[in-house]
């Protein structure tokens, strides 16, 4: 599956941003989906996760009670709404699809298809 993130910017501290992730193919829906980050000089990591059917989701403790990961798989695409976001959320945000439905993972490595990224900037 083909995907393209997209939705990033630049924010305030306390600000809001939504994120998508535009998937190619019907068969987006047989997947779990992840976001992950890196910024730079450091490695990759996991934001956020979520099953096949939008049930499930599992995110990283950094980031729970301000992100929320939702996909529609009628319209193929995946979200991450980012609330009162931090100058530490600032990153390149990857949307990844995993195809062994071996759980919500957590490392990239475990991730099939990845999109091209998406710039986040968060201002103090």
């Known amino acids: 599956v083909q995907l393209q993130a997209s939705g990033g910017g630049l924010v305030q501290a306390g600000g809001s941003l939504r994120l998508s992730c535009a998937a190619s193919g019907r068969t987006f829906v047989r997947y779990n989906m992840g976001w992950f980050r890196q910024a730079p000089g450091k490695e990759r990591t996991f934001v956020a996760a979520i099953g096949s059917r939008g049930i499930t989701t599992r995110y990283a403790d950094s980031v729970k009670g301000r992100f929320t990961i939702s996909r529609d798989n009628v319209a193929n695409t995946g979200y991450l709404q980012m609330n009162n976001l931090k100058p530490e959320d600032t990153a390149v945000y990857y949307c990844?699809?995993?195809?062994?439905?071996?759980?919500?993972?957590?490392?990239?490595?475990?991730?099939?298809?990845w999109g091209q990224g998406t710039q986040v900037t968060v201002s103090s």
């Open positions: 990844a699809a995993d195809r062994h439905l071996a759980g919500l993972r957590t490392t990239p490595g475990n991730y099939d298809d």
